[in-house]
């Protein structure tokens, strides 16, 4: 069986190649149109500039990483972490869902780091834009006042780790901090202090779940679950109080009195 149907396709094949070889010619003989891109005011063609492909690849390099860029260079760890220990002191399983926490996150951070992208933007970016810098000048011209906003929220004994695994200079001022030192310290910060946020927000809802499963124990009500009473009791609680009003603004100063 398996002979029988490679001789089909064969024969297939075999009676299909007249009909594409001429297709071929007439394609070959017309020419094919060139494709070609312009970067910039430059065209990229077939035997195009090196440098110019290598802007290209260079750019979607950096738009790969841009995720963990926003992870790791932005306020959005501390504001996601302490958002999901919030849902789980809460006791709501999967409410507000990972999706609504998430774009929370991203809107919070765009509002509180849109300060430092517009100082970066109008130190390097513009001027780069307008022919009025080279290219290197405005990477280290736009990359000062990010660098200045990880410094300001790290803590020194951070820093001070990561020049030591990294083998680095001892920085006189926070300007001599690498980039490849301010990153990972701030980003233990941010989690050090996202746990501390989330341990005050989940120690009354503790309290009250230790209060509610004592009651049920000295009422011998051992076969109800605590959780059942605890929580409408904390839901109500947390709306009473405006709990997500209080985290937000609390998160966001956070920022603006450092």
Same mark, same amino acid.
Request: aromatic share 8%; with cysteine.
């Given at each position: 069986?398996?002979s029988g149907?490679?001789?089909a396709l064969?024969l297939?094949l075999?009676? /299909?190649?007249? @009909?594409?070889?001429?297709?071929? *010619?007439?394609?070959? +003989?017309?020419?094919? &149109?060139?494709?070609? !891109? ?36 932005t306020?959005?760890?501390?504001? /996601?972490?302490v @958002?999901?220990?919030?849902?789980? *002191?809460?006791?709501? +399983?999967a409410?507000? &869902?990972?999706t609504? !926490? ?11 780091m ?33 660098k ?11 820093l001070a780790?990561?020049?030591? !695994?990294?083998?680095?200079e ?8 690498p ?13 050090n ?7 005050l927000i ?12 004592s ?7 051992i ?5 059942? !009473? ?6 109500m ?22």
């Open positions: 069986m398996r149907l490679v001789k064969c297939g075999a009676s /299909a190649t007249p @009909l594409w070889l001429p297709l071929a *010619a007439e394609a070959q +003989q017309a020419g094919l &149109p060139d494709v070609s !891109i312009s970067v910039g005011g430059s065209e990229l063609a077939g035997g195009g500039s090196v440098a110019s492909s290598l802007k290209i690849m260079l750019l979607l390099t950096v738009l790969s990483f841009a995720p963990a860029m926003v992870l790791c260079m306020c959005f760890t501390r504001i /996601a972490v @958002l999901g220990m919030t849902r789980t *002191a809460l006791g709501t +399983q409410l507000p &869902p990972n609504v !926490i998430t774009g929370l996150a991203m809107f919070l951070t765009i509002a509180i849109a300060p430092v992208f517009e100082e970066s933007y109008q130190a390097g970016i513009k001027p780069y834009l307008e022919g009025q810098m080279e290219q290197g000048e405005a990477l280290g011209k736009a990359s000062v006042p990010l200045d906003f990880l410094v300001r929220h790290s803590r020194e004994k951070d780790l990561f020049v030591q !695994i990294t083998r680095s001892q920085p006189k001022d926070p300007a001599d901090v980039f490849f030192v301010a990153v990972p310290a701030f980003v233990l910060s941010e989690l202090t996202a746990f501390q946020i989330g341990f989940a120690l009354p809802f503790l309290v009250l779940d230790m209060v509610v499963s009651v049920l124990t000295s009422m011998s009500m076969t109800l679950p605590p959780v059942v !009473i605890s929580l409408p009791l904390k839901l609680l947390f709306v009473i109080v405006d709990g997500w009003h209080l985290i937000i603004s609390s998160l966001v100063k956070t920022y603006s009195v450092t």
